[in-house]
């Protein structure tokens, strides 16, 4: 892409966080692809019409059979964020703010970014009263509020109060030409409830929230357990089950170690399994496993069943409303249930906007220690939570390929939108130098993506019910 096209697409995307003017720029943000200089020959395939203009976009011809057999990228290097400079100040300690209690911070909205416990999210802030919030939090405790902004382009609008604490871990306020800026990295800490808020003079949006407390579920047997029996315990597993046979001989194993007591019951073992967090785990690591099919372990994910619910739910490519309702959930069984059902209802990946097919669930491998999903900033300020491919169809390309400010370094990207609507869907990255492999992946972002079963699994699904 040269330097027109690029200016085209990132000047759409200037002042995420705006409140006045959000609903414009998101949707321009969200499809900046759309506003791209024409620097296609008409000759090239793909040629179509949209809303009455004509958009020049060339079919994206590459086809992947087979999933990489050896990823040789470093996949640590899309976690330093390093287009956003090396300059970054980082801050040391934790801010843990004590649970049910209600404390007063100020709040920021971003359309798209649904922050959760333990997810990283970079920012490029040029909105003035966001940088003087910022400002604000750091001679604090380095503590805001993240809230959805709930403006959708449909014009419907999505109500919730939930958000989840920021802590900034590192930034850097610069000025340019006049225009002051500010690049920073937060993750997200703990839940809150919005009880009350309202702007400043100075036009800080301040809120009085009430932290939200996990809710843990106490052992259901716990009561009638035997203690002279707790050496029969199943042990922590050394290594995951693969085989049927193996996963078979462990549920086995576990329901007659750890649920032999609810024979003194008038519930049967497999009612308890359904509510057993290492069980729920177990269940999610194998449908994930069957998403990222070796390219990604999951030996370091979070052990705790809390924070791997959160980790859970930041990987997958939910919808708003479903990543939100995930948040509202106070207990680790509840969100580890929910997750399950979705990862089985999410097998194909469809264009938000038209329903057309992108990509299956088995398409998707990870390029990153963060995970086949991550979020990242662009130069124009918003945050695309991006989905990586190893095949995709249906596609379109528009510019030329630029590693400027490339989220992946060593990977050219090039816009990407849909064939059938010519909505932004993301980015192809292609390998500039031969060693890496693969040398060409696909980035979709959530935002853009619906996720869900076949139609023919959803036409049978709805005949019975």
Known sequence: MDESDEDAFHSADENPGEEEDGEAEQAAGANGADD?????????????????????????????????????????????????????EDHSGRTVLEDDSFVSMPLMQMHSVILTPGQTIPFHIFNPRQITMIRAALANNRTFGMLYDCRERSGEVL??????????????????????????????????????????????????????????????????????????????????????????????????????????????????????????????KSELRSWYEGSMSLDAVPANAIDFSYWVASKIPLEDRQ????????????????????????????????????????????MSLDGPMAAYVNPGGYVHETL??????????LGKPSTENSWFPGFAWTILQCRSCSSHMGWKFTAVKRKYKPQKFWGLTRSALQSGMPDSEMEESFLQI
Not at 50 to 78: F, N
Not at 255 to 278: G, K, Q
Not at 335 to 357: I, S
Not at 388 to 397: D, F, G, I, S
């Open 323 to 366: 990543r939100i309702g995930l948040l509202a959930l106070d207990s680790a069984i509840q969100r580890l249930r929910a997750e399950l059902h979705l990862l089985r209802q999410c097998t194909v990946l469809r264009c938000r906007n038209c329903r057309t097919h992108i990509g299956n669930k088995n398409d998707v491998f990870s």
């Open 388 to 397: 990586t491919l190893y095949k995709a169809q249906n596609l379109n390309l």
């Open 36 to 88: 791209q200089e024409d620097t296609d020959s008409d000759e090239e395939d793909g040629f179509m019409f949209h809303e009455g203009m004509q958009i020049s976009g060339r079919v994206d011809r590459d086809t992947v059979s087979t999933r990489p057999a050896m990823i040789t990228y470093d996949a640590s290097l899309p976690t330093t964020h390093a287009y956003l400079g090396d300059d970054l």
């Open 159 to 284: 109500t919730t109060n939930m958000g989840t604490t920021a802590e900034i871990i590192s930034s850097k306020q610069e000025e340019d030409a006049g225009i002051e800026t500010m690049r920073l990295k937060v993750v997200g800490r703990q839940r809150f409830r919005v009880m009350d808020s309202h702007r400043q003079l100075d036009g800080i949006l301040m809120g009085k929230v009430q932290i939200l407390e996990e809710r843990v579920v106490t052992d259901p047997l716990g009561e009638i357990r035997l203690r002279t029996c707790h050496g029969w315990r199943v042990p922590p597993l050394l290594r995951p089950p693969t085989t049927v046979e193996e996963i078979t001989a462990w549920r086995k194993q576990r329901r007659r170690r750890e649920f032999h007591e609810a024979a003194l019951t008038s519930i049967p073992a497999f009612v308890f399994e359904m509510y057993d967090s290492a069980i729920l785990m177990f269940h999610i």
